[in-house]
Every structure is written in structure tokens, then in C-alpha cells.
């Protein structure tokens, strides 16, 4: 069962935004309505986007990222396209470090979406066109990261995503 917190509506004062409350640390997001629709300002691509369950999510994902493991937002990419095997697919984020090497591929799904093997599938399947070192799968309750070792053809799970600055070394 999901826990909701609450937002100030500013078009209606007094009558809440409730949205999942995921687990990510507190940050401040900026939301605003227009036509009956929600919308929270992406820091990383500088506009309003539409709140959908996994705009939710990848919003917190980008703010801990930002916040917590100190990637600069200068260095990500949300929500670009590229093609493997003729198929055009689309990203949820990638993190560069700064030779604009990318060194971290998110893949973020709905709160109440599982995390299952058909997630990693897809994750590892836009890995094989990108070969990026570090892996995050996040529905905003349960995160898994992994490393990857390309020589031996594996991957190892970590306990928590490393900080930025690891990323350098």
C-alpha cells in the first residue's frame, strides 16, 4: 500500500496535490497546474512536464541524485532517444561524468509497478547499445544499482548507488 503526501494546490489554496510518497529523501519540487493538470519543473531539462506516476519518480530520482549523491545536474540527460538493433527507444536518465562519458543509465518505473526480470531485461537491453558502468532500476519504493563488469560478462548488485565523485576514480 502506498503512502500519499500532500502538496499546497496553488490554484485551489487549501485543497491538496496528494502524490505517492516514495522512498527518496525530502526535496523541494516545483508543481503548478494548468487546466485541471499537474506539472513539476524537471532541473535537469528546465521546463514543466506533465506529473505522471513515473515523472513522479523520475523527479525524486533526479533531486537524490542531485542532492544526496552529488551528480550535477549539468551532467544528466533525461529522456533521450537512441536506437539498438533498428529499434528506437528512449531513456529515463543518464548521468555523465565529466569527459561526457556516461557512467550511470536509470531506468524508472511507476510506484506501483514491480521491479521484476522483464525491468532488468529492458535496462540491459539498452545497456548493450550503451555500455554504461553503473545500472539503477527504481520504482520509488524499492532501488536496486548494480555495477557491471564487461570483461567477465557480469554484474554485481551494490547496496546503495556510489556518490558521483566514485564515479570518477
Same mark, same amino acid.
Not at 44 to 53: D, E, F, G, I, M
Not at 77 to 86: A, D, I, Q, T
Not at 128 to 137: D, G, S, T
Given at each position: 500500500?502506498? *503512502? ?109 509497478? *514491480? ?23 527504481? *520504482? ?30
Amino acid at each position: 500500500m502506498l *503512502n500519499f503526501i500532500s502538496f499546497e494546490r496553488n490554484s485551489t489554496p487549501g485543497m491538496p496535490i496528494e502524490l505517492p510518497e516514495l522512498n527518496f529523501p525530502p526535496s523541494d519540487y516545483k508543481l503548478k497546474e494548468k487546466d485541471g493538470k499537474l506539472f513539476v519543473l524537471d532541473v535537469v531539462r528546465r521546463k514543466y512536464v506533465a506529473l505522471t506516476p513515473e515523472e513522479w519518480v523520475r523527479q525524486n530520482c533526479l533531486h537524490y541524485l542531485r542532492d544526496v549523491k552529488k551528480f550535477p545536474v549539468s551532467l544528466m540527460s533525461v529522456e533521450r532517444g537512441f536506437k539498438v538493433n533498428k529499434l528506437n527507444l528512449r531513456y529515463d536518465l543518464v548521468a555523465y561524468n565529466k569527459k561526457a562519458e556516461a557512467v550511470l543509465l536509470v531506468e524508472c518505473k511507476a510506484p506501483g509497478v *514491480n521491479i521484476d526480470q522483464q525491468t532488468f531485461d529492458q535496462i540491459a537491453a539498452y545497456n548493450l547499445e550503451l555500455k554504461v558502468p553503473y545500472l539503477m532500476v527504481t *520504482n520509488g519504493i524499492k532501488h536496486y544499482c548494480c555495477v557491471m563488469d564487461f570483461v567477465e560478462k557480469r554484474y554485481r548488485f551494490l547496496k546503495e548507488v556510489p556518490a558521483f565523485s566514485a564515479m570518477l576514480e
